[in-house]
């Protein structure tokens, strides 16, 4: 494949869409009233006489000032208007740039109950901190669900069903201002119905309460669904099955239901198929767990909840059984309950072969196939209850639950000095309980408080066992000599964890504000393996000297200062948050006294045009296991030893984010720069002997460095828009490996082009061009890169078929500078007529029955060049019915 040539066609089309540009001029001036006082917010809207051009308006900033940008030559129809002024609509022809087109305004002296204002649908809206899609103006009809509306939306980029906007990511998503499945996106995504939606509000620093505007650190990006009209207070979704047509008995079932009104409503999510489509992964169900909280930032208490899951969603077979049920109820304005109830059962074979390369003076190359089949059962119930008795105070309790049970067998064929084979089977059971109550109080006009606890309490047994032919592990284990080896290894880990918080802020002046707090973190776990080897006969030889049963507590008091100010147009906060805290593990007590500082700044450039900068030093204690005294078994090659002597590691976080969106309608641009430095830092020690490595904890006081750098840059014209992206990540990191310590380097890169291009009212194309490269820089260099070419298309055809296809071709090159290549492509058809609420369709799933990803990855000193096996090609005859 020649890459000069896709290299040569975005220049081409940049180049064309730069030409067009030319035929732009930009029209600039200031709004004032009679008495030539500047009016901010005003409202500015050109509407071309012509229909094929783009109406484009602008809204004067706090100093009167507006800019448009309009088509040299082109009669429009200017309607200007703001609340209180009367409203002026003129015609303008105009062949070149002006930048003194002032506006007068002049005043209405009656009251005004509506004005209302008659132009072209406007695509995107801006309001303070909310962005709002008008969804007609990107879509064709030909969308199923939110996730086909949200990839037509400019400035948003969806990825493993994570939504980025402006750079971030969407942390909540909500449904007509109501939390959909605690803000989950991936269920949100997949299941609501895109003929249901009318607008899409992107909402900056959202809030579940005014009462917490200035209470909360944390600062959610919400997407709010707003529905049609048609929609609220009636019943909505679908119900689809498939099955499958030729020799492989494909089947699936799909439903999602949803009623909403302003006091009540309640979604429905049922899937089972039989062909990779996985409605929630073990990844979505942590991060409900125990829902959210407002007050508490995430803990550095860490906790070893769903450890037995696997969130592979790249399966050889698979069977997937899911159901959710989501609810609200307001019985009145002062009290609201709500939750959500969701079950999964799913068996999944994962396949897939590999080549590791294992870092360090000798280099040693393995090569392994892997086969593993796991059943996984998991069932949460959530429920919040939401009372405000007053407009000056609000209460909030959250209880969840959570249980999972899996049961894993896997066999492995290692390749490396000799060829083996090993067997492994892990049977667990994970239980979490989790419940908090948060309340927020306006104590008069310069004081509002908060108060939060949160107390969870889990427990996870499992068994893992681990058999073969020949010997394993047995430079780590004194293990004795049998016809075949196995070793079984009970693990027990049951932990709590109690959070106190009580915070003020103080509006002390009109210059600068004041918070402070004080809170208490607990943490009390307990850890148990007990490791023995099982013979022929049955007979067991307990390794209790080599085994673990430790208690580990942290206690965490601390306090919290801070200073809130502005000058200008910029914003500071400063804030110091001391710590003292006992640590006690394995007969091991240790005391710390540690200062947790923040500063973020904000300038406010103009309206929507940001500069961050934000700094925190902060401190992190290792997860659990890395303190326990003696040996726990990881793998048929691999042994952790703890390390109780360990405390805590340190951190220095630097962040830069630029944002300008004032003109998002014409282009949009963010960039973010982090840079971390931490020491000590946490560290792996290894012990390697071939394949086999003993893992041990440590923490250095060497640095290490990280720095990342993520760009977005977009332009939108009339029917299309170019979309570049840019990420880059550096790491300087420390290695031990036998004793020996070395420095290594890495740098992980990415760079993009989206092309997104609507032909005509039923047809869009996408087309995207995306280069990745990672390097790690040891005594010998090693490279892996991908280049992707895809595409996207979809058109209503004859009225009523619908067709739709995305392709993708990936050329690989790997570790060993290996070069492999595979496409895959989808194909949907699709036949309806005109309001009927029954259609059929067909459905092609890897329409050339390729069988094999590729992913190259770096980890723990090991090069991994993996091959994924996957489902094979998969035709469905499928049938939809619609509420």
Same mark, same amino acid.
């Given at each position: 494949?020649?890459?000069?040539?896709?290299?040569?066609?975005?220049?081409?089309?940049?180049?064309?869409?730069?030409?067009?540009?030319?035929?732009?001029?930009?029209?600039?001036?200031?709004?004032?009233?009679?008495?030539?006082?500047?009016?901010?917010?005003?409202?500015?809207?050109?509407?071309?006489?012509?229909?094929?051009?783009?109406?484009?308006?602008?809204?004067?900033?706090?100093?009167?000032?507006?800019?448009?940008?309009?088509?040299?030559?082109?009669?429009?129809?200017?309607?200007?208007?703001?609340?209180?002024?009367?409203?002026?609509?003129?015609?303008?022809?105009?062949?070149?740039?002006?930048?003194?087109?002032?506006?007068?305004?002049?005043?209405?002296?009656?009251?005004?109950?509506?004005?209302?204002?008659?132009?072209?649908?406007?695509?995107?809206?801006?309001?303070?901190?909310?962005?709002?899609?008008?969804?007609?103006?990107?879509?064709?009809?030909?969308?199923?669900?939110?996730?086909?509306?949200?990839?037509?939306?400019?400035?948003?980029?969806?990825?493993?069903?994570?939504?980025?906007?402006?750079?971030?990511?969407?942390?909540?998503?909500?449904?007509?201002?109501?939390?959909?499945?605690?803000?989950?996106?991936?269920?949100?995504?997949?299941?609501?119905?895109?003929?249901?939606?009318?607008?899409?509000?992107?909402?900056?620093?959202?809030?579940?309460?005014?009462?917490?505007?200035?209470?909360?650190?944390?600062?959610?990006?919400?997407?709010?669904?707003?529905?049609?009209?048609?929609?609220?207070?009636?019943?909505?979704?679908?119900?689809?099955?498939?099955?499958?047509?030729?020799?492989?008995?494909?089947?699936?079932?799909?439903?999602?239901?949803?009623?909403?009104?302003?006091?009540?409503?309640?979604?429905?999510?049922?899937?089972?198929?039989?062909?990779?489509?996985?409605?929630?992964?073990?990844?979505?169900?942590?991060?409900?767990?125990?829902?959210?909280?407002? #007050?508490?930032?995430? !803990? /550095?208490? @860490?906790?070893?909840? =769903? $450890?037995?899951?696997? %969130?592979?969603? +790249?399966? &050889?077979?698979?069977?997937?059984?899911?159901?959710?049920?989501?609810?609200?109820?307001?019985?009145?304005?002062?009290?609201?309950?709500?939750?959500?109830?969701?079950?999964?059962?799913?068996?999944?074979?994962?396949?897939?072969?590999?080549?590791?390369?294992?870092?360090?003076?000798?280099?040693?190359?393995?090569?392994?196939?892997?086969?593993?089949?796991?059943?996984?059962?998991?069932?949460?119930?959530?429920?919040?209850?939401?009372?405000?008795?007053?407009?000056?105070?609000?209460?909030?309790?959250?209880?969840?639950? #959570?249980?999972?049970? !899996? /049961?894993? @067998?896997?066999?492995? =064929? $290692?390749?490396?000095? %000799?060829?083996? +084979?090993? &067997?492994?089977?892990?049977?667990?059971?994970?239980?979490?309980?989790?419940?908090?109550?948060?309340?927020?109080?306006?104590?008069?006009?310069?004081?509002?408080?908060?108060?939060?606890?949160?107390?969870?309490?889990?427990?996870?047994?499992?068994?893992?066992?681990?058999?073969?032919?020949?010997?394993?592990?047995?430079?780590?284990?004194?293990?004795?000599?049998?016809?075949?080896?196995?070793?079984?290894?009970?693990?027990?880990?049951?932990?709590?964890?109690?959070?106190?918080?009580?915070?003020?802020?103080?509006?002390?002046?009109?210059?600068?504000?004041?918070?402070?707090?004080?809170? =208490?973190?607990?943490?009390?776990?307990?850890?148990?393996?007990?490791?023995?080897?099982?013979?022929?006969?049955?007979?067991?030889?307990?390794?209790?000297?080599?085994?673990?049963?430790?208690?580990?507590?942290?206690?965490?008091?601390?306090?919290?200062?801070?200073?809130?100010?502005?000058?200008?147009?910029?914003?500071?906060?400063?804030?110091?948050?001391?710590?003292?805290?006992?640590?006690?593990?394995?007969?091991?007590?240790?005391?710390?006294?540690?200062?947790?500082?923040?500063?973020?700044?904000?300038?406010?450039?103009?309206?929507?045009?940001?500069?961050?900068?934000?700094?925190?030093?902060?401190?992190?204690?290792?997860?659990?296991?890395?303190?326990?005294?003696?040996?726990?078994?990881?793998?048929?090659?691999?042994?952790?030893?703890?390390?109780?002597?360990?405390?805590?590691?340190?951190?220095?976080?630097?962040?830069?984010?630029?944002?300008?969106?004032?003109?998002?309608?014409?282009?949009?641009?963010?960039?973010?720069?982090?840079?971390?430095?931490?020491?000590?830092?946490?560290?792996?020690?290894?012990?390697?002997?071939?394949?086999?490595?003993?893992?041990?904890?440590?923490?250095?006081?060497?640095?290490?460095?990280?720095?990342?750098?993520?760009?977005?840059?977009?332009?939108?014209?009339?029917?299309?828009?170019?979309?570049?992206?840019?990420?880059?990540?550096?790491?300087?990191?420390?290695?031990?490996?036998?004793?020996?310590?070395?420095?290594?380097?890495?740098?992980?890169?990415?760079?993009?082009?989206?092309?997104?291009?609507?032909?005509?009212?039923?047809?869009?194309?996408?087309?995207?061009?995306?280069?990745?490269?990672?390097?790690?820089?040891?005594?010998?260099?090693?490279?892996?890169?991908?280049?992707?070419?895809?595409?996207?298309?979809?058109?209503?055809?004859?009225?009523?078929?619908?067709?739709?296809?995305?392709?993708?071709?990936?050329?690989?090159?790997?570790?060993?500078?290996?070069?492999?290549?595979?496409?895959?492509?989808?194909?949907?058809?699709?036949?309806?007529?005109?309001?009927?609420?029954?259609?059929?369709?067909?459905?092609?799933?890897?329409?050339?029955?390729?069988?094999?990803?590729?992913?190259?990855?770096?980890?723990?000193?090991?090069?991994?060049?993996?091959?994924?096996?996957?489902?094979?090609?998969?035709?469905?005859?499928?049938?939809?019915?619609?509420?």
């Amino acid at each position: 494949m020649n890459f000069k040539n896709g290299f040569f066609f975005f220049f081409i089309l940049l180049s064309s869409l730069n030409f067009a540009q030319n035929n732009a001029i930009i029209i600039k001036g200031i709004v004032t009233d009679s008495l030539q006082q500047s009016i901010p917010n005003v409202t500015l809207i050109a509407k071309p006489t012509q229909e094929k051009y783009k109406t484009t308006y602008a809204i004067s900033n706090e100093d009167g000032i507006y800019q448009l940008q309009l088509e040299k030559g082109i009669s429009y129809t200017f309607s200007i208007s703001h609340i209180g002024y009367y409203a002026i609509t003129k015609e303008v022809l105009l062949l070149e740039n002006r930048f003194d087109y002032n506006i007068i305004l002049k005043i209405r002296n009656e009251s005004l109950d509506e004005v209302v204002i008659n132009y072209k649908y406007q695509p995107i809206e801006k309001n303070k901190d909310t962005i709002t899609y008008n969804l007609a103006a990107f879509t064709n009809g030909n969308e199923f669900k939110m996730k086909d509306v949200l990839e037509k939306l400019p400035g948003i980029k969806v990825e493993d069903n994570i939504i980025k906007i402006q750079g971030k990511t969407v942390t909540k998503l909500l449904v007509e201002g109501k939390l959909f499945f605690d803000g989950n996106t991936k269920l949100a995504i997949e299941n609501i119905p895109a003929d249901a939606m009318a607008k899409i509000e992107v909402i900056s620093d959202y809030k579940e309460s005014e009462l917490l505007r200035n209470l909360s650190d944390n600062e959610d990006l919400a997407l709010n669904v707003i529905l049609k009209e048609d929609k609220k207070d009636f019943a909505f979704g679908d119900i689809e099955t498939g099955i499958g047509v030729g020799l492989e008995e494909f089947y699936s079932f799909h439903t999602s239901l949803f009623k909403y009104n302003p006091a009540s409503n309640i979604s429905f999510i049922g899937d089972v198929n039989n062909f990779n489509n996985s409605s929630i992964s073990f990844s979505d169900l942590t991060r409900l767990v125990g829902g959210s909280s407002n #007050l508490f930032k995430k !803990s /550095n208490l @860490s906790n070893n909840l =769903l $450890s037995l899951a696997s %969130n592979n969603q +790249e399966r &050889f077979k698979s069977t997937t059984r899911f159901s959710a049920l989501n609810f609200q109820k307001e019985f009145n304005k002062k009290f609201t309950i709500s939750g959500y109830a969701i079950y999964s059962n799913n068996d999944i074979i994962n396949k897939s072969s590999s080549i590791r390369e294992y870092l360090g003076n000798v280099p040693i190359i393995e090569t392994r196939d892997d086969l593993g089949d796991t059943n996984a059962n998991a069932a949460m119930f959530n429920i919040k209850f939401d009372y405000n008795p007053n407009g000056v105070q609000k209460w909030m309790y959250t209880v969840n639950f #959570l249980k999972n049970i !899996s /049961n894993i @067998s896997a066999e492995s =064929l $290692s390749s490396s000095a %000799n060829t083996n +084979e090993f &067997f492994t089977k892990t049977s667990g059971k994970n239980e979490s309980f989790s419940h908090n109550l948060e309340g927020y109080f306006k104590v008069n006009d310069k004081h509002t408080m908060g108060l939060a606890f949160y107390h969870s309490i889990s427990n996870l047994n499992s068994i893992d066992k681990w058999s073969s032919n020949a010997i394993f592990l047995q430079e780590y284990l004194p293990i004795s000599q049998s016809s075949v080896y196995e070793i079984n290894q009970k693990n027990d880990i049951n932990s709590q964890n109690f959070y106190f918080l009580v915070k003020d802020y103080w509006l002390a002046s009109r210059y600068f504000h004041l918070f402070y707090n004080i809170g =208490l973190n607990y943490k009390d776990s307990k850890i148990r393996n007990d490791i023995s080897q099982v013979f022929a006969n049955n007979l067991m030889n307990d390794f209790t000297e080599i085994s673990n049963n430790i208690p580990i507590t942290l206690f965490d008091l601390n306090a919290g200062f801070g200073l809130k100010s502005k000058v200008g147009k910029i914003e500071f906060i400063l804030e110091a948050k001391p710590h003292y805290y006992q640590f006690r593990r394995a007969h091991i007590e240790s005391t710390n006294l540690f200062i947790e500082s923040k500063l973020d700044i904000n300038f406010k450039i103009e309206d929507d045009i940001n500069l961050d900068f934000e700094y925190d030093f902060t401190n992190r204690y290792l997860s659990d296991l890395s303190y326990i005294e003696n040996l726990w078994i990881t793998g048929f090659n691999s042994v952790l030893q703890g390390n109780p002597n360990l405390t805590d590691t340190r951190s220095h976080n630097f962040s830069l984010y630029f944002s300008d969106y004032k003109n998002m309608d014409d282009y949009f641009i963010d960039t973010s720069i982090d840079y971390s430095i931490n020491n000590p830092v946490e560290n792996n020690s290894i012990l390697q002997n071939g394949i086999n490595r003993l893992n041990t904890p440590d923490i250095l006081n060497f640095p290490e460095e990280n720095l990342s750098v993520n760009s977005e840059f977009g332009l939108i014209f009339h029917k299309s828009s170019l979309e570049f992206g840019m990420d880059l990540e550096w790491l300087k990191f420390n290695q031990i490996i036998n004793k020996e310590l070395s420095f290594l380097k890495s740098i992980e890169y990415s760079f993009s082009g989206k092309w997104k291009l609507k032909i005509g009212d039923k047809t869009h194309l996408n087309l995207k061009y995306k280069h990745s490269s990672f390097r790690v820089k040891s005594e010998e260099d090693s490279k892996s890169t991908e280049n992707i070419f895809s595409l996207n298309f979809d058109s209503k055809l004859l009225k009523n078929f619908t067709f739709k296809t995305d392709f993708s071709t990936h050329f690989v090159n790997n570790f060993s500078n290996i070069s492999q290549s595979y496409t895959l492509q989808n194909l949907y058809l699709g036949y309806a007529k005109p309001n009927s609420k029954l259609s059929y369709s067909l459905n092609f799933r890897n329409i050339f029955n390729n069988g094999v990803i590729i992913r190259n990855s770096f980890n723990n000193n090991i090069l991994f060049s993996n091959q994924v096996f996957t489902i094979p090609r998969v035709f469905l005859f499928e049938l939809k019915y619609k509420f």
